[in-house]
């Protein structure tokens, strides 16, 4: 099906005011959704659709509540500007009224397309797919569609308790999520993508609901394909009856009424409120096991093979640390019973102390917990394929930050935005082959592809592909001893 199409658009256009009169009628893309007529935008060769809504606003009596479909409308609707990131401390234009998500697609070119869904991270507090880190233009320019998702964070997404969680379950981020999948697999054909080739990825938080969405019944045939980048995937979420303790416990710090004060608080006190708890655990917010969406750990579902045996790329950062991260670190070390007098043998090629602690958090959150999840799922006889990204970028190597995160300005593309710096010709080769790779996955579910270095999938070994200053290329995992030593620590 067209975009556009050229009488409809010439209506539009007399029809529509202020800034769209000066764009031509070739310009306005459409996309005939459940929720009305959209009109989009073009920038370059990439159509693009901000802030549609594929749930009800969570607000007033809605709020706390599993989602709901958005009603149906014949009505055109524009969709240029993106819509309000969901409720978090760090961003003072945030709102309740937030569930929304963004549509790229190649201008011009006809489908059924892939499809690939991006989650967000920020530790389930913070972050939006509206940051132009984000921006999915360089991967649709490639041929495929990219939609970005908002969703509920923090207490709003997370809490917990008795009286305002029907079934005990406040995994509302979670359903926000499969709520936008849905929305995706009713309405990407209208933009020219496949609904039976959908692709998540996401790093950080947005990996670990991507490994619970593998995970869950209620998601299992939403998505085909699965990429997850910085996955923890050794944390060990609240239990249910942990999880109501802390949510009455945070119900009670807003006012005698409990519910009824939770229910209609202004949000601006209740973002107080969440920022007070928040500066003394960083990590009160999250998915929990609610019994019903989440029933296990992810370690313990990929074991006992409860995924989805779906094509699977996997792999983490080579420093995973950041100025935000001592609590993580000292958290980390005291779990793990290993004492600061372990460590300078498990990493005698780092003489500071500083620098120990760091990558031993890198190695004992994300580095060996990836590789353990990688084993499993390849085990189950799933396609697996696992990376190390441990490139920086040339501007940066004299004073390297932490790298979580790093490789998102390498799959995005994107230069010169908040959070992104300009990059080198070469950095820009390395960014264009990580992409390739990425766009070669969601298309076929194998990331290998003319003119790229062989990716050995994980199957029988340790394979990985290591991404460094130096080369690109795929082996045996160069540190596979001292995880192992990990993860012999872990299994105590």
Known sequence: MRPFLALAVAFVVLCLAGSALAQQVGQFPFALTREGQMLGGVEGEVAFFKGLAYAAPPVGPLRWRPPEATAESSEMRTAYEYGAPCLQPSLPKASEDCLTLNVFRPFGVDGPLPVMVFIHGGAFVGGTANDPMFDGAKLAQAGLIVVTVNFRLGALGWLTHPALSEGGSG???????????????????????????????????????????????????????AILQSVPGRVRLRSRQEAEAWGLQFVATLGPDGKETARAIEAIRLLAAEKRLLAKFPHGFAPTIDGRLVTEDIAAGFAAGHEGRIPLIIGSNDDETDFDSEPDIAEALASSGTTSDDLPKLYP????????????????????????????????????????????????????????????????????V???????????????????????????????????PRWDAAAGGDRLLLITNDRIASGDDPVAERLDRLASESRK
């Open 171 to 225: 995994n509302y981020g979670l359903m926000d999520q499969i709520a936008a999948l849905h929305w995706v697999h009713d309405n990407i054909a209208a933009f020219g993508g496949d609904p039976g080739n959908v692709t998540l990825f996401g790093s950080g938080a947005g990996a670990t609901s991507i490994a619970l969405l593998m995970l869950c019944e209620a998601a299992r045939d939403l998505f085909q394909k």
């Open 349 to 416: 090629d780092l003489a500071g102390a500083s620098d120990i602690a760091a990558r031993f958090y890198t190695d004992k959150v994300f580095s060996e917990p990836v590789r353990l999840l990688a084993r499993l799922h390849a085990a189950s006889g799933a396609l697996t394929f696992r990376y190390r990204f441990a490139y920086v970028p040339e501007a940066r190597r004299i004073n390297p930050e932490g790298g979580h995160g790093r490789e998102l300005q390498f799959i995005f593309g994107v230069e010169g």
């Open 418 to 452: 908040p959070g992104a710096g300009i990059f080198s010709r070469r950095d820009r080769e390395v960014a264009s082959r990580m992409r390739s790779y990425w766009i070669n996955f969601a298309r076929s579910g194998d990331p290998n592809g003319p003119d790229l």
